[in-house]
């Protein structure tokens, strides 16, 4: 079984609409995360969740809403997209909080905006 | 603000010889530092994990190394294999994760 599963894989939409990527983790994890790797492979945190609190918010726009039904779930919901946000974003969980433990990550959702 | 940067870019090298690859990080006070590898259109896979107060991890082919005190890890990766061409990024954990930009690595068959 997939440690961290992500869907969709790949994900096409025009401009304007809203969009959604769900990230579900089966190893127990208490935090999850969210990551944004742009067209030049660089990857920058988006948000961390901890047993369901929102734990790192970086300046993200807020037509980006994270929503943790459960501590095994963090959804990313995109509101009026732009054409800068097509980029491949990540999910990834760890153990605990704390910036000290090693990231699981899924394989990506390839999301992209015309 | 802590910055992570690898150097180089991008590297080729023939099949068998050992590289190192290199990090290095603007803040000491880390948690630890962890190496991933990437392959293309997938997500990453931890490699290693470094905690602070460790000199270096080991697994198989792989040997990670890290000095606090310098702000700097390197990768090694003995007998290298075209099956080990991937981008292969470093991240330091403080009270966030930051990820260097990665070196892309080309093993030549």
New interface residues.
């Given amino acids: 079984d997939t440690a961290v599963s992500q869907t969709p894989k790949y994900l096409v939409t025009q401009m304007g609409n809203d969009k959604s990527i769900k990230c579900e983790q089966n190893l127990g994890h208490d935090t999850m995360y969210w990551y944004k790797q742009d067209s030049k492979k660089f990857l920058k945190i988006m948000f961390s969740y901890n047993n369901k609190e929102l734990i790192i918010n970086e300046t993200v726009p807020n037509r980006f809403s994270p929503k943790s039904p459960d501590k095994a779930h963090l959804n990313l919901h995109i509101n009026s997209l732009e054409l800068g946000d097509s980029a491949v974003y990540f999910c990834a969980s760890s153990q605990v909080w704390g910036g000290n433990e090693k990231l699981f990550f899924g394989s990506g959702t390839q999301l992209s905006v015309l | 603000k802590q910055e992570v940067t690898q150097i180089p870019a991008a590297l080729s090298v023939p099949e068998g010889e050992n590289l190192v690859l290199n990090c290095s990080f603007t803040d000491s006070a880390?948690?630890?530092l962890?190496w991933?590898r990437q392959d293309p259109?997938?997500?990453?896979?931890?490699l290693l994990?470094i905690?602070?107060s460790q000199r270096e991890q080991t697994s198989g082919r792989l040997n990670a190394s890290l000095d606090k005190s310098s702000g700097r890890s390197t990768l090694y990766i003995a007998a290298s294999q075209p099956g080990d061409s991937a981008?292969y990024?470093c991240?330091v954990?403080?009270?966030?994760?930051?990820?260097g930009?990665?070196t892309r690595l080309h093993i030549l068959p």
């Avoid at chain 2, 259109?41 to 931890?46: D, I, Y």
């Fill in positions: 880390i948690y630890n962890q991933f259109g997938k997500g990453l896979t931890s994990l905690q602070s981008t990024l991240a954990g403080d009270d966030k994760i930051i990820f930009k990665g």
